[in-house]
């Protein structure tokens, strides 16, 4: 049965005053467009499930566009047009962004240039993290980093998708992938003086709705200990597998983040760094009551303990309960669990810990 009404189908440039004919004159190449964006692989990217109905490449989901629960929301994808029969509202993927969004159809336009940016930057740094996971046991030097800060689980090291930078070789692989030094520098992949970013460096990809959307690598020599590519560092890292626990502890590295996964606690995310950025801080308080045990370094100078508190401060004013966890003084978790701790003395710790 094809469920999409045949009207929707109509051809907008047929249209004189449509907006396709408007934006001719801007350059925009519409058909490029909605060709390098698949409505269907927008849509699951934005976490949309559809069934298949029919022979044909329809499917069908709830509508992202109104509360629904029967599904009514109809794709096909060989055609790339929408129809829900609920809201009885249907269209292109330009139609789709502007109802979901509430913009023009010139702000969907540009909204849609930026995914495609986002897109191709986040395959770009995909494959850079794969060049660096195939790294990681050529380079012994890595493998004993790792082993030295306590992490040993070869499968938690895989599902981190850790990998290693050993310097001077990545420009020439993703050269010979096809991609442009122009490119290469405006992710920050390269430097200004054509040399790989990342040298020496263990490395994380941070990930957000299943994309590498940044890259974090620790220097394992005496370079500055921690780069990230000059851009956003995301989302709290993993939150799409903690954010279902309503107990969560947050820690400043990733190391500390490794270990703690290592000894079963899944309920580990971190914001590199003390710093919270707002959208952060908004999955903290989404679904609203988490109690969040702060797991920060344990300075003598004091500095992480400050963090701690402002911080502790800041999630209760939002309305989050806050604990800081004592760790014993000169560790971070990371180098707790690389002493030698357990899952139980950690615990122990966050016995101990304290709300304000
Ligand atoms: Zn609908």
Redesign the pocket.
């Known amino acids: 049965m094809a469920s999409i009404p045949s009207h929707e189908f109509h051809d907008l440039d047929d249209n004189m005053m449509s907006p396709e004919k408007e934006f001719a004159a801007m350059d925009v190449d519409l058909a490029q467009l909605k060709q390098r964006i698949p409505l269907l692989e927008y849509l699951q990217r934005r976490n949309w499930t559809g069934c298949r109905v029919g022979a044909q490449q329809e499917f069908v989901g709830l509508?992202?566009?109104?509360p629904?629960t029967r599904p009514?929301?109809y794709v096909n994808a060989r055609k790339n047009l929408f129809y829900?029969?609920?809201?009885?509202?249907g269209g292109d993927l330009i139609r789709f962004v502007e109802i979901s969004h509430h913009l023009s159809f010139r702000e969907s336009l540009a909204y849609l240039q930026r995914d495609i940016a986002v897109v191709a930057d986040s395959e770009l740094l995909e494959k850079t993290a794969a060049f660096y996971r195939l790294q990681l046991h050529r380079h012994p030097e890595a493998v004993e980093y790792l082993q030295q800060r306590g992490l040993q689980d070869p499968d938690l090291i895989e599902e981190l998708g850790i990998g290693y930078a050993p310097g001077g070789n990545l420009r020439r692989h993703l050269a010979d992938l096809g991609y442009s030094f122009a490119l290469l520098r405006r992710t920050g992949l390269i430097n200004h003086q054509g040399r790989d970013a990342f040298c020496r460096r263990v490395m994380f990809p941070c990930r957000q709705q299943g994309r590498v959307i940044n890259l974090y690598g620790r220097s394992i020599g005496t370079a500055f200990p921690h780069r990230l590519l000059p851009r956003s560092k995301g989302g709290l890292f993993a939150w799409e597998s903690v954010r279902a626990f309503s107990t969560v502890i947050l820690v400043e590295g990733l190391f500390d983040l490794a270990v703690l996964w290592q000894a079963d606690f899944r309920n580990v995310t971190c914001a590199i760094g003390t710093h919270l950025t707002p959208a952060q801080l908004s999955q903290l308080c989404e679904p609203p009551g988490r109690c969040i045990y702060i797991a920060f370094d344990h300075d003598a100078n004091q500095a992480g303990q400050q963090a701690s508190r402002l911080l502790a401060r800041l999630l209760e004013s939002t309305g989050l309960q806050a604990r800081i966890v004592p760790l014993p003084p000169g560790h971070d978790p990371n180098s707790y669990f690389a002493g030698g701790a357990t899952a139980s003395d950690f615990l122990a710790c966050m016995e101990q810990s304290q709300s304000l």
């Open positions: 509508c992202p566009l109104h629904d009514s929301f829900c029969h609920g809201c009885q509202r």
